[in-house]
């Protein structure tokens, strides 16, 4: 027992290293000698937890994904998109998950342009919240099929975080509360997949 925790917290301090070196210098940039470095291990403890860079960021986003399907329990998740709030409910899990987790994301993006077995893999890991997507899609009058409004669901959220809450984005004139993100997003999709907004628009 004593030989598995230590074995999980040498595995958690490297998970926790790679976010602080990704966050630093960039997923590409960093060796994984940057990671054991700081963590405070033997480089030879890497290979004992991950198989490579790219396995260890896969085990990022099985944290990520593991948090998002722990949260799908707690109240206020509604499946059906012809409502305004059960849209919401989904913005604000993925905004709020983006926020915690905005290193780990654009790692994800970077890994998947320079490795299109990375990006199959993240892509199937992926899968089936996209499917709980579709399901949530099903008694709405959609624009077209409704796995490609599930994907334009889920990349609309995706980019717009990435650029809103990207350490590195541009500076783009003004500040964005929460709030107005989650609901301006849920709003634009919410009528977009077929819905009708609530609450008025401007003036």
């Known amino acids: 027992m004593l030989r598995k925790e230590q074995a999980a917290q040498t595995e958690a301090e490297l998970k926790a290293a790679a976010v602080r070196v990704f966050e630093r210098a960039g ?15 033997a480089t030879g403890s890497f ?18 994904l593991a948090e998002g399907d722990a949260s799908a329990g707690m109240a206020g998740h509604g499946t059906d998109f012809r409502d305004r709030d059960a849209v919401r409910w989904h913005v604000a899990a993925f905004w709020s998950a983006y926020r915690r987790h905005h ?15 990375f990006a199959e ?6 899968a089936p919240d996209l499917g709980h ?13 409704p796995l490609v409004c599930a994907s334009l669901f889920g990349t609309t959220i995706s980019a717009f975080a990435t ?11 003004r500040e ?20 009708r907004p609530s609450r008025p628009g401007p003036p």
Not at 163 to 173: I, V
């Open 121 to 126: 893999r993240s892509r199937d890991m992926l």
């Open 163 to 173: 650029n809103w809450l990207s350490a590195n984005r541009p500076d783009l004139g």
């Open 27 to 41: 997923y590409l940039n960093t060796k994984i000698t940057d990671i054991t470095a700081e963590a405070g291990r």
């Open 47 to 64: 290979y004992k937890h991950f198989a490579s860079k790219e396995a260890l960021l896969e085990a990022l986003l099985a944290d990520v």
């Open 176 to 195: 964005l509360s929460d709030d107005e993100a989650i609901d301006t997003l849920t709003d634009f999709l919410h009528a977009g997949l077929g819905g």
């Open 103 to 117: 290193v780990v994301m654009l790692a994800l993006q970077q890994a998947a342009l320079v490795s299109g077995t």
């Open 133 to 145: 997507i579709v399901e949530h899609l099903s008694d709405l009058d959609l624009p077209g099929d």
